[in-house]
């Protein structure tokens, strides 16, 4: 099946400074990914959808000056956690569809600490 | 819009005994249906997934779901667990194409005892 890597596996910060996580798909080209936010022992919340050469698409509630997505080439796409607080304190995990008929693969995660 | 219920928060199952995951749905266009299982602090795995034709879907490890339109659910299940089943579960729709975002239900949280 198709591979999605997500960059850090784990990230601890102090409060106040920004955090980048980045995913790729490494064997296929990704037109569309997702961003997910998951708390502990809660499901995932869609927080934005990310498209190739355009502006990301946030979810309602979802602060876009605050969560920075970049999607920049068809394998690449980042998160930027800026002036990260405690409350951004959780696990953050991607997503990427092959096609819009195909499947959707999931990154390995990020747990985000910020202290 | 389309939601997604799990109805059983966790599900404690002996080793080698059947397991049943509930899901329902509810969607006013047509939808993809999936399960995924998560093991502590890792992505999502595709177990299976029903995008059309026969409504009884076979996945990884054993697992298999049905797909039922007039109670609209898609219930997981497995004859025979093992401790390595440990995990939680979660179920997804997506509406209108299958590669569109996918919204989780609260997910099930199955442990396997010996």
């Known amino acids: 099946g198709a591979v999605v890597s997500q960059h850090p596996s784990r990230v601890i910060c102090k409060s106040g400074t920004s955090v980048k996580i980045e995913c790729r798909s490494l064997?296929?080209?990704?037109?569309?990914m997702f961003w997910y936010r998951q708390f502990p022992k809660q499901s995932l919340m869609l927080m934005a959808t990310s498209n190739e050469g355009s502006k990301a698409t946030y979810e309602q509630g979802v602060e876009k000056d605050k969560f920075l997505i970049n999607h920049a080439s068809l394998t690449l796409s980042t998160l930027t956690v800026t002036s990260a607080h405690p409350e951004d304190s959780s696990f953050y995990i991607c997503?990427?569809?092959?096609?819009?008929?195909?499947?959707?693969?999931f990154g390995s995660g990020t747990q985000l600490s910020v202290l | 819009a389309q939601s997604v219920t799990q109805l059983d928060s966790q599900v404690p199952v002996f080793e080698e005994a059947p397991v049943e995951l509930r899901c329902n749905y509810s969607?006013?266009?047509?939808?993809?249906l999936f399960w995924y299982v998560q093991y502590p602090n890792q992505g999502l795995q595709l177990l299976l997934k029903y995008l059309s034709g026969s409504t009884l879907v076979k996945g990884i490890n054993g697992f298999e779901a049905e797909f039922n339109k007039s109670q609209t659910s898609f219930h997981l299940r497995k004859p025979s667990v093992h401790i390595s089943d440990t995990a939680e579960y979660f179920c997804a729709v997506s509406a209108g194409a299958a590669g569109n975002k996918l919204t989780f239900g609260g997910g099930t949280r199955v442990l396997v005892k010996p």
């Open positions: 969607s006013s266009v047509s939808v993809y």
């Open positions: 997503s990427a569809r092959v096609s819009l008929s195909g499947g959707m693969f």
């Open positions: 064997d296929f080209q990704a037109t569309t």
